[in-house]
């Protein structure tokens, strides 16, 4: 009797596997993802199996202390995202949107560790060697020590990698790149799977330190199997739209540093540049007007001074507009109902509109006092002084509560001049708030 054949599904956004094909994967939900793995694959799988090993473990204090070095990749905010700079043999992931610059970003780092006498070799699967090098001459990148690799085939990239003695390996991107031992296609889930997993491996052995570029789906999140982002050291989210000059860049996971901290970029015609002074995108001094309120935010271990800008308009229809750029829209609608509530304005009959200048989004509540008081701006048509600022979380029931690291923000108003604060009452500042003339409330009615 004819042995029965045994068939192994896989989805291909999220890994998940099962005997039989289904229309829709059960475990992410996607449509038509589930593909038949090949035989090989199969007998692969089959074999896996823990190892037997003499290595027995040893008491945690008996372990020396391993010193982790780090070099400068040339860019200040590239550094302070990764916690100090470069880890030899570390594995990096950077994801993004289309056009966002993150070949542009990693190209500049390349050519700058060049400059230093290191070795780099940059593989693209995208580009050919004369349109990379178009871009390095703009981005004045044209060194010696950065070589260039037109190939999507791992086998080739692990040899070029292991001929010369070289520091950084940036590969553009992971979604390009197949290996000749999977049968699947280039960005599936097993190429994806496999490639990484290679070159962790060759990251570590060979204390190489490995960029990967990874492209990122509708929903916003990096393509591949999620086992990626736990393979890598360190998962960097590349942020901005394509038509602004800011750049942002933020740091999900980091094995070697924090992930609080944020890097700040401009797009100019010789390609990203660090922000040194990262308050000036945001903000701007100028004479006061009516729907306009300062504030200061966090964003890592920085402070920013933004502006808050607000239009208050009777509304020509029995729903009214609520809108927010840059604000989330629900922390829109809780504040509007309070006023309402507590100080009785008619918003109801009015459309709301909010915009945060500078194209940031704000994540933390510290601004809800800003947001109010440009509101009651344009409501009143009454200017608020350019030389105040609002800083403080505002609740349900009215109550205006201490925003945390008070000092960071006050010495940033410092530097721009500013002469007076609105900010909760008992909040625990140092001797910097003599500098200014503070007014401390504990509601909205106090301050009104």
Not at 196 to 204: G, I, P, S, Y
Not at 215 to 235: C, F, N, Q, W, Y
Not at 251 to 280: D, Q, W
Request: proline share 3%; glycine share 8%; hydrophobic share 40%.
């Amino acid at each position: 009797m004819a042995k029965k054949s045994f068939s192994l599904f896989e989805c291909q956004h999220c890994g998940f596997q099962s005997t039989k094909w289904m229309g829709k994967c059960t475990n992410c939900g996607s449509w038509e993802s589930l593909v038949e793995l090949s035989s090989s694959q199969i007998e692969s799988l089959k074999e896996t199996q823990v190892l037997h090993s003499n290595t027995s473990a040893i008491p945690i204090t008996s372990i020396e202390y391993e010193n982790i070095t780090k070099f400068p990749s040339s860019q200040e905010e590239f550094d302070i995202v990764l916690g100090g700079g470069i880890v030899p043999g570390g594995l990096y992931l950077i994801g993004g949107s289309p056009g966002v610059g993150k070949s542009t970003l990693l190209l500049k780092v390349a050519g700058g560790i060049a400059k230093t006498g290191k070795k780099v070799l940059y593989v693209s699967g995208e580009e050919s060697a004369g349109q990379i090098k178009l871009r390095a001459q703009r981005l004045d990148c044209i060194e010696e020590n950065l070589f260039l690799l037109n190939e999507i085939d791992l086998n080739s990239i692990k040899s070029n990698l292991l001929t010369k003695k070289y520091t950084i390996c940036i590969i553009d991107s992971i979604q390009t790149i197949y290996s000749p031992q999977i049968t699947s296609t280039p960005g599936s889930i097993s190429q994806v799977r496999e490639i990484t997993f290679e070159l962790m491996r060759l990251a570590k052995e060979y204390n190489i330190a490995i960029f990967i570029i990874g492209h990122i789906t509708k929903e916003g999140s990096i393509a591949g199997p999620r086992v990626l982002e736990h393979m890598v050291d360190v998962v960097l989210y590349f942020e901005g739209d394509p038509s602004r000059e800011l750049r942002m860049l933020r740091g999900f996971k980091n094995r070697f540093g924090t992930t609080s901290e944020v890097g700040i970029f401009e797009m100019h015609p010789n390609g990203l540049v660090s922000a040194k002074n990262a308050s000036k995108i945001f903000f701007s001094q100028k004479h006061a007007m009516a729907g306009s309120a300062i504030t200061v935010i966090i964003e890592g271990s920085r402070a920013l001074v933004i502006e808050i800008q607000a239009l208050v308009s009777e509304t020509g229809f029995a729903t009214p507009k609520r809108s927010a750029t840059g604000f989330d829209t629900n922390r829109l609608n809780m504040l509007l109902a309070l006023l309402e509530k507590k100080i009785e304005i008619p918003l109801n009959r009015y459309d709301v509109f909010i915009n945060v200048t500078g194209g940031i989004k704000i994540t933390e509540t510290s601004a809800d006092l800003a947001v109010i008081a440009s509101i009651l701006s344009s409501f009143k048509n009454r200017p608020l002084s350019n030389k105040t600022a609002f800083i403080g979380e505002v609740s349900l029931t009215g109550d205006i509560r201490e925003a945390n690291n008070i000092d960071t923000r006050l010495k940033e108003m410092e530097n721009y001049g500013f002469e007076n604060v609105i900010l909760p009452k008992k909040s625990k500042t140092k001797s910097v708030i003599k500098c200014f003339e503070a007014t401390e409330v504990s509601k909205i009615l106090d301050w009104l």
